[in-house]
């Protein structure tokens, strides 16, 4: 089946570092998976960081980028700049694009940033 | 204020009881969603709804019961509770079944001792 193996955390760094979360995909039951992060604050819900469902090209959103990468199967998260808002758990996914709404999950990050 | 209500946001329960788990959405979507993430674990997909039919199942226990009884509610019935079932269960929807691009309530933290 699909599966998605991204850093295991927790993440610690300074406040104004840069970051890269690390993702991984295995999608069996389609070519070109479309692939997500979503972040979850604390005492929220998850919400959409950035999408991008064409292989080679980039999502972008709040500083944060990731390129889709066919040829490594990967999505890595990256911020040149972290600030200590950014502290929450990251998670990288892929959807089929079967329009069932179901989404594959990696376990999560989590990501501390000390000021 | 938050778009999809999940409820209670902790519960405690004994292992063979049964628990509803409560789900409303105000985004004016038509699909719904069950996920669950258990300790270790990845999020995982539970159910599918959409215009308040069962579209997909990947759970194989019949002991989880979604339940609709109006387009923006998805209630999720457990019953015969096991340690196993302990989790956060976390409810989700989106504009149509058309689209990946999930909105997540902040979930109900089960503990079954």
């Known amino acids: 089946g699909d599966s998605v193996t991204q850093t295991e955390g927790p993440v610690t760094v300074s406040e104004s570092e840069s970051l890269i979360i690390n993702c991984t995909y295995s999608?069996?039951?389609?070519?070109?998976?479309?692939l997500f992060w979503y972040v979850r604050y604390p005492g929220e819900g998850l919400q959409l960081l950035l999408k991008?469902?064409?292989?080679?090209q980039k999502g972008s959103s709040r500083g944060f980028e990731a390129t889709y990468n066919k040829e490594t199967t990967s999505f890595h998260l990256q911020k040149a700049s972290v600030q200590e808002s950014d502290s929450a758990v990251y998670y990288c996914a892929l959807g089929t694009g079967a329009n069932t709404g179901k989404l594959t999950f990696g376990h999560g990050t989590i990501l501390r940033v000390h000021p | 204020d938050p778009k999809i209500i999940q409820k209670p946001k902790y519960l405690v329960a004994v292992t063979g009881s049964e628990k509803i788990l409560i789900c409303e959405q105000y985004l004016g979507h038509n699909a719904m969603y069950w996920y669950r993430q258990s300790a270790k674990k990845p999020l995982e997909f539970m159910f599918s709804y959409s215009y308040q039919k069962l579209m997909d199942n990947q759970t194989a226990s019949s002991r989880f019961q979604p339940q609709s009884s109006k387009k923006n509610h998805l209630d999720l019935q457990i019953t015969a509770l096991k340690p196993d079932d302990s989790a956060t269960y976390f409810c989700a929807s989106s504009r149509t079944r058309l689209g990946e691009t999930l909105y997540f309530g902040s979930g109900t933290r089960l503990t079954v001792l």
């Open positions: 999608a069996t039951s389609i070519a070109y998976p479309n």
């Open positions: 991008v469902i064409t292989a080679g």
